[in-house]
């Protein structure tokens, strides 16, 4: 009678993973490989200025003295540069003025996530910057948003609009030899979203984008890019899901935040690429690089994330506090299932006066994965009174996979103040008999209990995105239960 | 409704319940008494479906089901309710989304589409004021941080929400002060129907005043050793155990 735990959660947490299909657009791609050639390809492609084709050239040389990074807590077999395609795009036809012009697969697609276009603008109000497969296809609302003096548009497009912006910002916050992957992606990104909020400009509606990688082979190397200008704000919301794939796709974007004096950037992600299958084999890696600096005084820049998918990830958005009395927030929700890794955290560095930092992580590991929380914070000689509170909380499911902590906290002064606190629970047969014997089934009963164990950072996310998160969280730990 | 046939059940090799006869009819209110650790609770929660529990022998038929081969949520909507002795937290899960669940889980079980909101937040409006329960407390998290006695209230008000033909109180009047206890009890009759019935664990005879059983049991060693009407329990408050005891 006596059911093993491991075996009742097995069950529980096989969920198939549900968006997986592929859509057949045609494509134009770069010949396999990387060399200062493809680079080239790509910025001509891409119509660029000598510039910006110097960035990238600058970038490829230095990443050719770097090596792959090795000091986090994950495990994967050596990826093959040569042998991605780094350039990938929906054949351009002509502008579109409508949905009604858009590739009826590609709504199609958005369909099955739910995630259409057309719902998306009637019913939320949110302007969408759909992003499939490194190429803007479609940016809505972007009147509205123009007649304040927003820019919310393809990177790309950013780089023919306002060049000076992108020249100006680009490659300030995250250098493009900072890390291995940083340099890959400074050298080949192929696009992403720009952002500009002008000054004392209250960004009307929550800016969105959704990317999706959709063609064998092609590695995605988005960039994004958001300005909050003096005494701005701007809640900016990017969430993906991937098609089921065998071979394992690289991922490594870069997003770089720059907020002013008084303006505030909220930035929240809900991250879903393919995780890889039961036995651990597909699936994408996910190598990011994502920080902001909060520039002028009392600016705020603030993460949430939502992460369930991915192969392995590898993620620490960071917040540079250099405005004095500026404000960095964390907030994250990690789940691992199956052989899936994750290692990721937030770095906040405090250089100015009477910051203050949040970080709040939630882990959830099942199956046979693990889930390491990273974190760096730094209070330097110049950041008096500056304080952080940390905490990290890990949920195991079953006793196969593994949770751990990395914290690292280095005080250069004796005013700040560093708090970190860390837990790790289990859901307890007590939790599971006392739903059930409510009515509720073992696989909501997880469900209702991990969301109810990721409130407080689910509450920092948009409504609709919440919602969205919510059913996420359930669905990446969800089986039958036989 | 429910029928128990010489229930022997242990746990760890350890034999706890030692074949237990007990019939309940619809409209009846059984009470279950007896020393600590006799084994009370683990009928209880047997019948609610824990598998901690070594089922050896026995059968238990509700409503012409037979409930060992159950999981623990099928008894649930098939009508069956336990209030816990000690009531579980589940952090961040507010009152309103864990029981919108297990109404709506219920529901599905049934066939039936999910409960429309506002006929469900009405629902939860008239079942707090009947209990006397405050309107932050449904915002709260499912028993985090709330007293015993606030515990004990709420498990009442599920009972309410989910409206079950058999009721389990497992020391319900524990932890509880003199006007919660009325207010508990009142609820109770008020939810006492000719087709439901209750199951009272409790150690004291104050509760019974309030719910007033047809039948009282004496529960000793994982043995039934006594049934009688509510006078039994008079009984039981005067001479305590150790009368049972000589004649066990
Ligand atoms: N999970 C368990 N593991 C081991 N022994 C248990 C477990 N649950 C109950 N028991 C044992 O079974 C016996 C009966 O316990 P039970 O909780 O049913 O008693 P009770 O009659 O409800 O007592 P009380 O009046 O104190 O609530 C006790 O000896 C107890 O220690
Ligand atoms: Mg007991």
Redo the contacts with the bound molecule.
């Keep these: 009678m006596e059911k093993d735990p491991n075996n009742i959660l097995d069950e529980v947490t096989q969920g198939e993973y549900k968006y997986g299909f592929y859509t057949d657009i045609e494509m134009e791609t770069a010949p396999r490989g990387l060399s200062e050639d493809t680079i080239r390809f790509i910025s001509a492609k891409k119509n660029e200025p000598e510039w910006l084709l110097e960035f990238r050239l600058n970038a490829y040389r230095k990443w050719l003295g770097m090596t792959e990074p090795t000091w986090a807590h994950l495990h994967h077999p050596p990826i093959n540069y040569q042998d991605i395609i780094y350039y990938a795009a929906p054949k351009k036809k002509k502008e579109l003025a409508s949905l009604d012009e858009v590739d009826p697969e590609l709504i199609e697609t958005f369909n099955k996530l739910g995630i259409s276009l057309e719902e998306q603008k009637r019913l939320t109000g949110v302007a969408v910057d759909a992003v499939i497969d490194s190429v803007s296809v479609k940016t809505t609302f972007s009147e509205t948003l123009e007649k304040q003096g927003i820019i919310f548009c393809s990177f790309s497009e950013a780089v023919q609009k306002v060049p000076e912006l992108v020249k100006q910002y680009m490659g300030t916050v995250v250098p493009s030899d900072d890390n291995y992957f940083a340099a890959l992606n400074s050298a080949v990104f192929s696009d992403g979203s720009f952002c500009y909020i002008p000054k004392g400009v209250r960004c009307p509606i929550e800016l969105s984008t959704y990317f999706r990688i959709n063609a064998a082979n092609t590695g995605q190397f988005e960039r994004t890019l958001i300005i909050g200008d003096e005494g701005s704000y701007v809640s900016y919301m990017e969430g993906c899901t991937a098609p089921m794939r065998d071979e394992n796709q690289l991922h490594a974007a870069i997003v770089e935040i720059i907020a002013l004096k008084d303006a505030e950037v909220k930035y929240s992600t809900v991250q879903n690429w393919y995780p890889g299958n039961k036995q651990g084999e597909g699936g994408i890696y996910n190598f990011v690089t994502k920080r902001g600096i909060c520039k002028g005084n009392n600016s705020k820049i603030s993460w949430t994330q939502v992460e369930t998918g991915s192969a392995i990830t590898w993620k620490y958005p960071s917040v540079v506090l250099m405005g004095d009395h500026s404000v960095g927030e964390f907030y994250s929700v990690a789940v691992t299932n199956n052989y899936q890794q994750a290692d990721t955290g937030s770095k906040m560095i405090h250089l100015g006066k009477n910051t203050k930092s949040t970080i709040i992580s939630k882990g959830i590991s099942a199956g046979y994965s693990n889930n390491s929380y990273r974190g760096l914070v730094k209070m330097t000689k110049r950041a008096e009174n500056a304080r952080n509170f940390s905490q990290c909380d890990s949920l195991l499911l079953g006793d196969r996979c593994g949770a751990h902590t990395f914290p690292y906290i280095k005080t250069e002064n004796k005013t700040s103040i560093v708090e970190h606190e860390a837990t790790t629970s289990k859901i307890s047969d007590d939790q599971l008999f006392y739903c059930n014997q409510r009515g509720i089934g073992t696989e909501s009963a997880i469900g209702l209990i991990v969301n109810g164990y990721a409130r407080e950072v689910l509450k920092q996310l948009p409504m609709e995105f919440a919602v969205e998160a919510q059913k996420l969280l359930s669905i990446s730990l969800e089986g039958s239960v036989g | 409704m429910l029928s128990i046939k010489n229930l022997r059940v242990s ?2 090799g ?1 034999e ?1 319940l030692k074949g237990i006869n007990l019939e309940v009819r619809p409209g009846e209110v059984h009470a279950i008494m ?10 209880a929660s047997v019948i609610a479906g824990r598998d ?1 529990f070594e089922v050896e022998e026995g059968e238990i038929i509700f409503n012409g089901k037979n409930l060992l081969e159950m999981p623990v949520e099928d008894r649930a909507s098939e009508g069956i309710f336990l209030s816990f ?1 000690y009531p579980v937290e589940i952090p961040g899960v507010s009152i309103t989304n864990f029981m919108r669940t297990a109404v709506n889980e219920q529901r599905k079980y049934h066939g039936l589409d999910p409960m429309p909101a506002n006929e469900f937040l009405a629902k939860m409006e008239e079942k707090k004021r009947m209990l006397d329960i405050h309107a932050k407390l449904a915002n709260r998290s499912v028993n985090e941080g709330f007293s015993g006695g606030e515990k004990k209230k709420n498990e009442i008000f599920q009972l309410a929400m989910l409206e079950p033909t058999l009721a389990i109180l497992d ?1 319900t009047d524990s932890g509880l002060d003199i006007d919660a206890l009325k207010v508990v009890a009142n609820g109770v009759n008020k939810l006492r129907r000719p087709d439901n019935a209750f199951l009272v664990i409790t ?1 004291y005879q104050r509760l019974l005043e309030y719910i007033v059983p047809d039948i009282v049991h004496v ?1 000793f060693d994982g043995r039934i050793v006594r049934s009688g009407g509510k006078e039994l329990a008079m009984e039981l408050e005067e001479k305590g155990y150790e009368w049972i005891r000589s004649e066990a």
């Design positions: 746990i760890e350890k706890i007896g020393p600590n650790g006799t084994g009370k609770s683990t009928l901690i002795q020391e150690h529960l």
